[in-house]
Structures are given as C-alpha cells and as structure tokens.
C-alpha cells in the first residue's frame, strides 16, 4: 500500500522497496490464500477493470481476470488483439488510448504493450492505474531502466521464492534461457537487488547474456552474479533453477540440445545434480525446456505453487490500489 | 447427475446411459425451460468458467455462456484464440495448459480443442469440470472411440427429437453429409445406439461415407443403418432429416449441385417428400445445404427448437456438474 | 423512449426526430452523469447484451460495455471476430446468425456488421434490440437512406455540440477529411437536418467529396452546405470543426501534407483562426489529421467531452430500450 501513494501503477520492479514487498505484499498475498480457498470475497465490489493486451499474453490475462473475480471486481472489457484492432492501419498512439480509456471511468486498466515503455507512458496519461503485464522485450539496448520488464512476474517469483524457503537474504539463484531478450528474467534481477547475500548465476549461450544495464544495476546493490554456459556446473550450487524459454519471437535462436554451446535443459541428469530441496521455477509456457519427467518432482514449482503465488500476489496488489482501506 | 459419479466431465457420448439421458438430464433440461422464461435464476451463484476454444466454434461459445449466465454463473475468461496466443510458436501442451488453469480455481473449462481426443486428456488432468464444446474431426481413422466428438451436441440433438417425438425408440433417422469427417453426426450416431428400434440412414456421397468405428458400434448395439447417396429415396420414410455442412477445413469436398453424385440438399423438393410431421435439423451454420425456402416450414427446427433444447441441455448438465444436491 | 414504439432498435439516424432528441435522449444522458459518478446503478440488473462485431471497432465496443456496466446490466457474450470465426469459409448468413442469437435470449445486441444495411436486416429479423454499432462505409452509391451509418456516433457528436453550445439552431459545422466514405460525417448530416439554419462546411479533396444522397437530404431540409478543399479559410467561419481520419481501408487515400490538394489537418495554424469558442470533434481513432499541439486548447473535446458525451447517450439509449418504464 506504501508503494502507491500518490503512484497507484505497477509497472517495473524498482518501484518497490524490499520492505513493502516483506511487510505490505506478501503478509497480504498470504491472506489472499484463504480467500481464495472460500471461494473470494466482496471486497473489490463495483470496481472495475479494462485488460488492454497489445499481445497475447493469455496466461497473465487469466490470472489478472481471476484475481479481480476473487475479489468480487469485473474485468468489464478485454482484449488481447488491442494492437490489430483498436486503431487505423497508421496505428492510433498509446497516448490516445489510454485517454479514451480513462474516461469511460476504469478502476484499473491491465496493459500488455508490444513495445518498449508502454506502461511508464500510459501511468503517464492515466488517472486510472495501469497495472502493466509486460512491456516488449528489447531487442536492443533498452530505453530505460524500466524497459522490457513484467513487474507483477517479478513480484510472484519472489513471493515463491520466499514462501519456499521463508527469505530470500543468503540465497544463490541460477537464471537459464536467453537472458537479453526475457522480460522475466529482467523483472526478477531488479527485485533481487534489493536483499543481500544473494548470488546470482546466469547461465545462457553467450549470444543470450544478461543486458549491462541489469549487471550494473546488481553492482550498485552488491550482488555477486557468475556467468556460465552450463547449467551442470551451477546445478548442484543452487538453491532456484528459474529456467526460461527461448525467446524466438525475438530472434534469439538456439538450439537446447547443442551440447557445443552449452547445457541449458532442466532434465533428469540437472534433477540429480540439484540440492534435495531446491526449486525449480518457470514463467511458462514451457516448451521443451524443461522435460516432462520433471514435472513430478517435489521440486519442480511451476506449475503449482508458481501459479498461486501469481493469483495471490495478483490479488493482494489489486487489493492495495483499489481498497487500500478495506 | 448419476453420469458424474467420480467422473464430472463431458467429454463423448458413451459416457451417457439412456436411463440417464431419459430420467436425469431431459427432465432437468425442461426444468430450465421457465427457468429461461423468467430470466434465470441463482442457482450457480458463485460458480465459475473458463471458455478455452482452440477453434473458433462462436455459436456453441455464447450458448454456454448464456446457459451459465441464465443460472447465476459467470465465464471470468474467454478466449476462442487459444491455439494462436497462449504459448511459444513451438506449442505449450494442452496438458500444461490445463493444470495451469485448474491452479486459478475454475469450476468448469468449456474446452474446444482443434486436435484430436484434447477433452479426453484435458479430463484425466483437470480437477475442474472439462465439458467438451468439440474435438477436431478425424481426417483420419480416429485414434479412439471417444474422438472427433462433441457431446454437448449430441446430448441437445437426442433432446430436440424427444420433445417432438415423445420417444426415439423405432424411430427412423437420416444423416446427410460430411459423414466421414463429421463431429456432430458421430456423436448424435452413438447416442442413437442407446435406443431401440432405431433405423439410420447415411446419405453421402461414396468419398464421405460414416466410419467404421460408428458403424462396428451400431452393429454391437443392433442398430440397423443403410447407406444411400439419394436423399430423395430416403425423405419420404424418416422421422427426421439431420442435415449437416461439407467439413471444407477438413478436405472433403463436393458440390451439392452435383447430381451425378447424388442427391444431398434439402430443399423444397425434399419437403415434399418428406412425412407431415418429420423434423429437418442441422447443428449450423447452415450454407446452401438448406435452402431458405425451407425455414418456414414447421417442420424446420434447426433456427428454433434445436438452438432452445441446446439452451435447456448445457443448462441442465452444468447443474448437474456444478450443484447436484440443489 | 418515444423513438422506440414498436421498433427498440437503433438503426440510422433518421429514425430520431429533432423533438426526441431534444425532449427525451438528451436530457435523459444528461441524468447519466451523475450516475456515472457516483459508480453506477442497477436500472439495468438482469438485462443482458451480446457484442456482435464483425470488424472491430474497440472503442465502440468498450464504451457499450461501460455503458451496460454502469447501468447493471451485462455484455454475457463479446467478439470482434464475428466474421472470421463465426461461419464456414462460404459464410453464414448474417440472418442466420441473428436468429440464433435471438433464441438465447439476449435483451441487446450490439451489431457491428461489414457490409451493408447489416443493422437494418438484422432489426427485421430479432426480437432483441438492435443496436448498431457502425454499418461498413458504401464504397460505393449507397444502397440505402440508412446505409452506412453509425447511429449512436450521430447521437453522441450532436450531444456534444448542444452540452457546449446549448442548441444547434444556427451554428455552423465543418465536416473535414474523408466525406464519400466516413460513417460518422452521414450519420451527423442526418441528424443536423432536424435543426434550423445551420450550415455545413464540407472540406475535403475533389475525389472524397460527400455524396450525393446526403446532399440531396440537406437540401430537402433546408439546409445550406458548402464544399471547400481549404480548412484555411473555413475555419474562421464555424462553430464546430469536425475532423474524421482518412478512410484508407476503404481505398480513398490523400496526403494529408499535400497543399496542392488542399489543406485537411488541424494543427496550430488552424487554431489560430478558429473562433474563440469554437471546439474541435473527431470520432477517433485520430492519427495524423489532428496535430498533438492541438489537444490541450480547451477547444478540443475529441479525447474528453466527446468520450464523456458518447458514454453518457449510449447509456440513456439502453434505459430508453431495456427499462423504459423505470
């Protein structure tokens, strides 16, 4: 609730102190469990909520709807192909959009833009506030500190994180994939910066490697970081494997199973160089990434509890902005 | 509500008892009908659905949205784009895809799946209710029994002929069309083999002949059917002519003007031919197959009572899903 | 509520006298405001609408949602893919398709149909209420006094003149940019021929010039219109400068930077000629044809009272059609 004053938008990681995250959102989301487990409640009544997707994101859109339904709010209107749709083929701006938003009196607008800065621009013009669900991945060098990032992403993974093994503080964490290009990726190394002792392990192809603006950040906080072509060697020192998938859509190609280029496959022979109780974390979708042998795993989080840190972290922001007060 | 027991899924046909079909789900299926003529009532309060269509099938999309909205449900989410937008250009699973959803709490998922046999996987995966709104048609032998189906259907077709006819024992039925790559005619074939006395006629040409799997079921179940590529022999010895369109997207292709193929349209010809108090029935959309002559014939209840009894029969099975002991 | 004995559809412009408009739509939007304000209502609890668009206008589409929203009623089913997805490749008939959605009992449909007279045919055929959200511009001569129409964008751009002007009689109006195909330009020469002595500015170049059929109703109405290929000099004559995008979907395309053609942008230059209080209108999407140093004169109302305006008729619109009486 701090973290909005007078700022009632979501949209990068930065915007959120470690504090807020430990005492204001995740007691919150842990309180959103119960809610949900009684089928929601009514708080959020007669709030309602536009889901203006630029690009398909339907599992963030699920989420954000259920979250608002939970709550006994309303998704009044939602798109996902706002980008084809709602302009003439020069393409109405952002800007305009979300002004003629606005004035059809939305408590919130969920955004997914499909270039860079979308959300910053709309949080901008906008009275309502924009919870943004992804920016573009950069392809290039991005814009701004607060580009390419999925912040409501950020805020679910650590909440698993911290629901696995209470803190975050002394934590060593491999993230996997193509790290240039992963919105998530970005989002979540922002939200590490802020606690101490965490060691991060990038491990992707050297064609995929974390941007300079996200490593200069992580020493501006005094967080260690490695790099690595092969997850093997970082498995067994870890206490999160967060794997992601390839980027294609963003051009970065590379093929899992080139061994020459290194091991980025979380599969059987990663499960037996894991710690007993480390986790294994994904945004999804995953493709081929991840095996499927993998999924029993008592380890193996993304598609469980991954998924309800997401309704719940979801719920308790949504909760924050719309009835601080309740 | 019997057909649920440990099994809450719609999924094929074979699923349904006649018993069942004859004691539970017609008799609540004509309780909905004041239900709908007095705007609906509250009974699925509180429940929630998914609609997931990887296919666009828009017209079984609103109906069950309107079947859950009549009792006091909500659709929180709905996409008839899920096979473009909801993964990597490489494809998440359906399986993924499902236990993904069931972690956001849904009562129910309408699913429409574009591959073969997805509600059957959907099911053994989904704590959620799976109602089937349809598998892709087999261009090829179908993988099992229980594919290329669509049940709810199915379910509203044997429906629409009790409430004219009082019975479907000894009645005698024509199926004219796609009948090789058919959804509709599959399932409403093995409904049909529940009953007695029921006499099918096939009408196709020879390249769009019924299947094997359907006609070995009739067999086993002592159904008696003939195959004609005339539907002027036929229309003058049936209770009902079940008109279906040529599946173009699946590849079975002929011209209807085409006589040397046969006879496949219903037209004013064939009205005159047919029994006074015979039904014309087509699932839609109907496109030159019928020709609009023949929709103000009382005998047409494709526009009229079969989309009512598609109403009445998905409200019925999502009361019988969703709150049994109501 | 006059406007609807025995026809509760919403069709063209024509259907609405000077005294409706005036007696019964305006001020009945102007009691909408305050609703809006304070969150809504429930006039309009139980009563359900379909959003049936075959080409997508979002904006449309979203400020009929808010407007069902703020009233309590609900949009239960919504698509703007009504063309691609509802049919088979040949194409169900948009009759059809009306009369199914007719069995399922909807109070409202919002119609936005590709192709001509597709409001007019529908009304026919439903016993819901037709309202249309935009008929496809005629390329070519219309076939119709109602075709081409976007009924409900009339209403609301009149509101708007008469909120800032407080009548119509007498002002002077500039329509500009691309006149033989724009929607909105004929639904809001239609509606200016209820009033007295005004006059239409029609500024646009030689080959986009408004239609015949239009200009043949204005002069049945006693109304003076004057074409012009320079908003230079109209602009220092009117009331009231109506921009509209270019058409290009339609086919009919002009530079807007071309000066041999004339001169169609607003931009400063123009604002530095409009009369004191005059204001600026478009339906939107604006692109181009409005320069974005114009949007914070208090003359411009295209991105706020124009909103405001069209939330505020759509809304007294469904009171008149689905709660008369109350």
């Not at 080139?258 to 007993?276: A, E, P, R, S, T």
Request: aromatic share 8%; glycine share 8%.
């Amino acid at each position: 609730m701090n973290g909005f004053d007078g700022y009632p938008h979501v949209i990068y990681a930065q915007q959120f102190s470690r504090r807020w995250l430990e005492e204001d959102l995740f007691p919150l989301a842990r309180q959103m469990k119960p809610i949900g487990d009684q089928g929601g409640c009514d708080m959020l009544r007669g709030k309602r909520a536009f889901s203006w997707f630029y690009q398909a994101s339907t599992r963030t859109a699920v989420s954000l709807a259920m979250a608002m339904e939970l709550l006994g709010g309303r998704v009044v209107f939602s798109t996902e192909n706002a980008r084809e749709f709602s302009s003439a083929s020069k393409g109405e701006t952002l800007i305009d959009t979300i002004r003629v938003l606005n004035r059809l009196r939305p408590d919130v607008i969920f955004l997914r833009y499909d270039r860079e800065i979308g959300a910053e621009i709309a949080a901008h013009v906008s009275k309502a506030s924009i919870i943004s669900a992804g920016d573009r991945q950069p392809n290039d060098e991005p814009k701004s500190p607060y580009s390419g990032q999925h912040p409501t992403q950020g805020n679910l993974d650590v909440f698993t994180v911290v629901e696995r093994f209470g803190q975050i503080d002394g934590l060593k964490i491999a993230m996997v994939g193509d790290l240039i290009n992963g919105r998530t990726v970005r989002s979540l190394s922002y939200h590490l910066g802020k606690f101490r002792g965490v060691e991060i392990y990038y491990v992707s192809p050297p064609n995929a490697r974390m941007r300079d603006d996200v490593k200069d950040y992580l020493c501006r906080h005094n967080i260690r970081f490695t790099e690595s072509a092969d997850l093997r060697e970082v498995a067994p020192k870890v206490n999160v494997i967060y794997q992601t998938r390839t980027q294609k859509e963003c051009g970065t190609n590379f093929d899992r199973n080139d061994h020459n280029l290194g091991y980025f496959v979380v599969d059987q022979g990663i499960l037996d160089l894991m710690k007993k109780d480390a986790i294994i974390m994904h945004p999804l979708p995953r493709v081929d990434e991840i095996t499927p042998e993998v999924d029993d795993d008592p380890r193996a989080v993304y598609l469980t509890d991954q998924i309800d840190c997401g309704l719940y972290t979801r719920m308790a922001l949504l909760k924050m902005i719309l009835a601080p007060k309740v």
